[in-house]
């Protein structure tokens, strides 16, 4: 019932253009991301291993040229040298970029959850929203560091469970890789809906979003990248191939977001656990008007 009701709800908030705004601003938000992730993996003793397997992560997904791309833009910022003013400035300019789509991403949920930022919200907000983006971005680069961790052990692995069941243990893998990355996804899903929006929400309605919306993007994933990647899909949009099928997927899953979002609202409606107003969002209900003029 909360399935269909989600997608009710999803309907009325124009989820095209939800989406479509959301892939256009990850055009622009992916590489600085992309680049902060790094500079944090820079931390790890093995970080140019960490950084290697982004990459083949990117290129799982989206295949090997636009993951090259994507690496080749990361790659010309990052070897922009200048003084310390000018280092300052460009880290300031990526956390900027990156939290901007999170930013976008936030406002949308809020929609769908009727909720809208109080008037006339003062900078320390702004500022402290900003940091809140910046930690899910941290939060993010923890969960990658987690999942080569497993793909690490789930490799090592491999050759004792070989000898333990030489027919089975390849299925057995790659079933335990797929099973840890939808939780993986879920935990992403469900600290976005509990912290990204200004919002009072129950971790159980905050985890049964997540967990629906982690399991439609992992089987999207699967799909986009088996039709896309393997379809040709170069010999239809020629040079711009890359940057299409970046486009998609991320429209893709930010529609799923969406989905995930509205259904989370609904869940907690028929759950008794309405989704309350945060300290800085005050809720309101949308109302058809109708013709009373006189004939």
């Not at 124009?14 to 705004?21: D, F, G, K, N, Q």
């Not at 990355?181 to 509990?194: A, E, H, Q």
Request: net charge positive.
């Amino acid at each position: 019932m909360a399935l269909k009701e989600a997608f009710k709800l999803l309907s009325k908030k124009e989820p095209l253009v939800l989406s479509s705004s959301t892939a256009f601003f990850a055009t622009f938000s992916i590489s600085p991301i992309i680049i902060i992730l790094i500079s944090l993996f820079g931390l790890y003793p093995q970080s140019e291993r960490i950084n290697n397997h982004l990459f083949q992560s990117i290129g799982s997904i989206f295949g090997r040229e636009t993951a090259w791309q994507i690496e080749s833009i990361v790659n010309n910022f990052m070897s922009i040298e200048g003084n310390w003013f000018i280092t300052l400035a460009s880290g300031v300019f990526f956390i900027f970029v990156a939290t901007t789509l999170l930013s976008v991403v936030k406002h949308a949920i809020q929609k769908i959850w009727h909720l809208r930022p109080k008037p006339r919200l003062r900078l320390k907000y702004h500022s402290r929203e900003r940091g809140t983006l910046f930690g899910v971005i941290v939060f993010t680069g923890v969960l990658f560091l987690v999942s080569v961790v497993i793909d690490t052990s789930l490799g090592m692995s491999l050759d004792y469970l070989q000898a333990v069941w030489p027919g089975a243990a390849i299925v057995m893998v790659r079933v335990l890789n797929v099973l840890f990355s939808v939780i993986i996804v879920t935990i992403w899903f469900t600290v976005l809906f509990k912290i990204l929006p200004e919002a009072n929400i129950s971790w159980d309605t905050a985890f049964n979003g997540g967990l629906l919306t982690g399991i439609l993007f992992s089987i999207g994933k699967w799909l986009l990248h088996e039709v896309l990647v393997y379809a040709r899909f170069a010999t239809i949009f020629g040079a711009s191939a890359s940057f299409a099928l970046l486009l998609l997927f991320v429209f893709y899953c930010s529609f799923i977001l969406y989905y995930g979002a509205a259904f989370t609202y609904q869940y907690s409606e028929m759950n008794n656990a309405h989704i309350c107003a945060g300290k800085y969002a005050d809720e309101y209900e949308e109302r058809v008007k109708e013709d009373v003029s006189s004939p």
